[in-house]
């Protein structure tokens, strides 16, 4: 089956600033790879996605690069804001989902 | 429009109890999956319906646990004779099927803690 990776499992940084989480996957069938915010309480909910036939794909603040060679996916979040801070989970398709382990991002003010 | 819920929101039981967890899906969503978060970790699958085809059931931990989905849309998930490791939040997710890679829409989950 699929595995995937998620770095950091914690991340802090100033209001304002970029953030950065990687996913490493494993097998290169998975062809979809879903991004998702959980707030304290709730549901994940989703960020934003891409296809295995897309690099990049970009929504406002927020951005997803894709690198199928490697095998590896990341969120870029820029101008952060204390909106932002919750649990993201990564997430590959490979005949179902496989998620990652998580990123408690803090924005500090 | 209304998004996938679940009921209740919360259940506290004593060990050794059966519950019933409940799933609505978004109406038209033909795959449901349920999955269960251990206090401030993963997503751990359970079990998957997509239509009228025989559920992917390799997740479920053990036999106290079944789930069923009737009339392609409400699944209700069942953990008998529960256990103080089964205290998890249990979330359900749709989506629109499986073929065309649609996203998943999750409920807030339902929180069980067994005493």
């Known amino acids: 089956g699929e595995n995937v990776e998620q770095h950091p499992s914690t991340l802090s940084v100033q209001e304002g600033d970029s953030a950065v989480i990687k996913c490493t996957y494993s097998?290169?069938?998975?062809?979809?790879f879903p991004w998702y915010k959980q707030e304290l309480g709730k549901g994940p909910q989703l960020i934003i996605d891409?296809?295995?036939?897309?690099g990049e794909k970009k929504d406002q603040r927020i951005a997803v690069t894709l690198n199928k060679t490697a095998k590896h996916f990341s969120l870029h979040i820029t101008e952060t804001q204390p909106e932002d801070s919750a649990v993201y989970f990564c997430?590959?398709?490979?005949?179902?989902?496989?998620f990652g382990t998580g990123t408690s991002l803090t924005v500090i003010p | 429009g209304a998004g996938v819920s679940q009921s209740p929101s919360n259940k506290v039981t004593e060990k050794g109890k059966d519950v019933e967890l409940r799933c609505d899906p978004i109406s038209g969503h033909t795959a449901l999956y349920w999955y269960r978060q251990s206090l401030g970790q993963g997503l751990e699958f359970l079990i998957y319906?997509?239509?009228?085809?025989?559920?992917?059931k390799s997740g479920l931990p053990s036999d106290r646990f079944s789930a069923e989905r009737t009339g392609g849309s409400v699944s209700t998930l069942t953990i008998q004779r529960t256990q103080q490791e089964d205290s998890a939040v249990y979330l359900c997710?749709?989506?629109f099927g499986t073929g065309s890679n649609q996203p998943q829409h999750f409920g807030d989950g339902t929180r069980l803690s067994i005493l």
């Open positions: 097998d290169s069938a998975s062809n979809y």
């Open positions: 997430a590959a398709r490979l005949y179902q989902f496989y």
């Open positions: 891409i296809r295995s036939n897309v």
């Open positions: 997710a749709s989506s």
């Open positions: 319906f997509q239509g009228n085809s025989a559920p992917d």
